[in-house]
C-alpha cells in the first residue's frame, strides 16, 4: 500500500462555527455539503482537514480540568510557531501549552477546538538532526551564482518574506520560480499559505510597494 494523502476527519457540533475558527488561523472553507450544510472541508495551501456535523468519529475527550486527547500536528515553518501562538490568544483561543522547545526537535503548542479536538501546532528547531517534515528523498542538485538586481522595495519585501519563512533569499525565488510553472486551474500556483498571504500585504505596505502584479513590464532603471 502507497498513501498519497491522508485527511482528517473531525466530528463537529457546528460547521459554520468550526470553519470560522480555522479562519482565525489563516486556514480557509474549501466546500460545504448538504441543505442545510452539515459536511464540509477547510484547507491550507496542499492540506485539508474535513468537518462532520454529528458524526463520523469521535470528539477530542477535553473538558475544563484536562488537555483532551492529541488529534494531531498542524506542522508549519519555525517563524509561524509563535506567530500563530500570537493569533491565538488575540482570539481567544483556548491553548493549552506554550510554545515549548520538545528534545525531539520540534518547538510545538497545544491548541484546542471548542468540541475538544486538541492539535499540536510545531515546527522542527534548527540545528543537526532537526526533524524532517519531508518524506520525499532529497534531490541532490547545484546551485550556480545568477546576477540578479530587483527593484529596491521589491528586493526589501523578498528578504522579509524569506526571514518570515525562514528560508534563505535563494531558497525563496526558487520555490516562488517553481510554483509559476503550475497552471493556476488545477495545481498550486502560490507557494504562500493564506497567513503567509496577509504577512505579505503588510510587507508591501510597510515597503511602500504601490504598484500592480504586472509593473514590472514598465520599470525602467533610473541611470
Not at 32 to 59: H, T
Not at 149 to 167: F, H, I, N, T
Amino acid at each position: 500500500m502507497h498513501v498519497m494523502l491522508t485527511t482528517p476527519i473531525l466530528n463537529v457540533s457546528n460547521l459554520g462555527e468550526s470553519v470560522a475558527w480555522f479562519e482565525k488561523l489563516g486556514w480557509e472553507k474549501r466546500w460545504e455539503w448538504g441543505d442545510p450544510p452539515d459536511f464540509g472541508a477547510v484547507g491550507n495551501g496542499p492540506c485539508e482537514i474535513f468537518l462532520c456535523v454529528d458524526g463520523q468519529g469521535c470528539r477530542g475527550g477535553a473538558n475544563e480540568h484536562t488537555d483532551g486527547t492529541w488529534m494531531g500536528w498542524l506542522l508549519t515553518t519555525p517563524s509561524e510557531v509563535d506567530a500563530a501562538y500570537e493569533i491565538a490568544l488575540r482570539h481567544g483561543m483556548t491553548v493549552t501549552m506554550p510554545p515549548t522547545d520538545e528534545p525531539w526537535n520540534l518547538r510545538e503548542f497545544g491548541l484546542r477546538h471548542p468540541d475538544g479536538h486538541t492539535f499540536r501546532v510545531g515546527a522542527p528547531l534548527e540545528g543537526e538532526g532537526a526533524w524532517q517534515i519531508a518524506t520525499e528523498p532529497k534531490l541532490d542538485i547545484e546551485r550556480v551564482e545568477v546576477p540578479v538586481r530587483l527593484e529596491k522595495r521589491l528586493a526589501a519585501v523578498l528578504a522579509d518574506l524569506a526571514a518570515y519563512k525562514g528560508m534563505t533569499v535563494s531558497e525563496c525565488l526558487e520555490e516562488t520560480l517553481l510554483h509559476t510553472f503550475e497552471p493556476t486551474g488545477g495545481g498550486v500556483a502560490t507557494p504562500h499559505t493564506t497567513a503567509q498571504l496577509k504577512h505579505l500585504d503588510e510587507l508591501k505596505r510597510r515597503h511602500g510597494i504601490d504598484y500592480d502584479t504586472h509593473a514590472s513590464y514598465r520599470f525602467r532603471e533610473r541611470p
